[in-house]
């Protein structure tokens, strides 16, 4: 396995000054973003895609600091119901294949994106209980407007030999195991999941169980090392449904964590352990959202502790056994 990390927290630094810090520490991958609400600071889609001499400084500026590109990240919504809204995110994610593409990246990382209730729909509707039936109707139609979507796009992946890696994320339709597992049976193998343990934690999905899950379906295709601190004070009293804003730190019921201040060492060690199980053995992305630190220090104390907890090496031969 191989740390990386997901740069968004280094937009102050130059692509180049990303790669030194980040390589100064350990680190041997990245997931630059190239468009939605990751941005591009580090990675104009634009200045790349069939640019052969733009392409060529990238690989030649990645091999001078040892480091590849794990995925190429474009979250946005290819659902929404604003077309305009809808047609950009769209654009984002079938040039961010075409140019993963060109890279020889494996995978591009996104989320499924969310369509209104109904076709009369304005506004991005989760949907979280099956009553009363409106709502059960309006999911269904979501699941028919997503696999339309989806089923091209994933043959569009096909096409350039690209995985799409989704993140499942609440506010969006696939946004825990079963629904990724539904998408990825219903379009093909390309589609898979962007596996990021912060938004299971707070819903009360055991990890380790989804690790097992989606990855006894090959369905995992990327993985954000990200942590998340459920706080049963506040929890207790108004659930884990929690509307409060991020920087109300004190007030909310959870907060994303640095790797290790949400769940201790143990866990990411059995985490890690979990994803050799199922046959992951490619880079954990570091993705750091810490309101309690800075970027920097966040993202040291997280690769110090998955330094302590990953595999460097191939499984051997259980020779006891003999």
């Not at 998340?228 to 730190?249: I, M, N, S």
């Amino acid at each position: 396995m191989e740390i990386g990390v997901h740069t968004p927290p280094l937009s102050d630094e130059s692509l180049e000054g990303a790669l030194s810090y980040l390589s100064e520490h350990g680190v041997g991958a990245i997931e630059p973003g190239v468009g939605g609400h990751p941005g591009d600071d580090h990675l104009v889609r634009a200045e790349y895609l069939d640019d052969d001499d733009a392409q060529a400084e990238l690989h030649e500026l990645l091999e001078t600091y040892e480091m590849r590109i794990s995925a190429l990240a474009t979250h946005n919504n290819p659902l929404h119901p604003d077309d305009e809204r809808a047609s950009a995110a769209d654009t984002e994610l079938r040039e961010a294949i075409e140019l993963a593409s060109q890279l020889d990246i494996g995978t591009v990382t996104c989320f499924s994106g969310l369509p209104a209730g109904g076709p009369d729909d304005e506004v991005p509707n989760w949907i979280t209980a099956p009553w009363p039936p409106e709502h059960a109707d309006a999911l269904e139609y979501q699941w028919e407007v997503a696999l339309e979507y989806w089923g091209d796009l994933a043959e569009f992946a096909a096409d350039h030999g690209v995985d799409v890696a989704i993140e499942m994320h609440p506010n969006m339709l696939v946004y825990e195991p079963s629904g990724m597992a539904r998408l990825r049976e219903e379009t093909n193998d390309r589609i898979g999941a962007n596996f990021d343990p912060s938004h299971l934690y707070w819903q009360g999905i055991s990890v380790t169980d989804a690790i097992r899950f989606l990855g006894g379906r090959d369905a995992i295709h990327h993985f954000h090392a990200k942590d998340t601190r459920v706080y049963e004070e506040q929890a207790r009293l108004k659930g884990v449904l929690d509307t409060t804003a991020y920087d109300d730190e004190i007030d909310r019921s959870w907060l994303f964590r640095s790797v290790g201040y949400g769940h201790d060492e143990s866990h990411w060690k059995d985490l890690v352990s979990t994803l050799r199980m199922v046959g992951y053995d490619d880079v954990l992305s570091i993705e750091h959202e810490d309101s309690l630190t800075s970027s920097r220090e966040g993202l040291e104390k997280a690769i110090e502790l998955l330094h302590r907890a990953v595999f460097e090496t191939e499984p051997g031969e259980a020779y006891w056994t003999d």
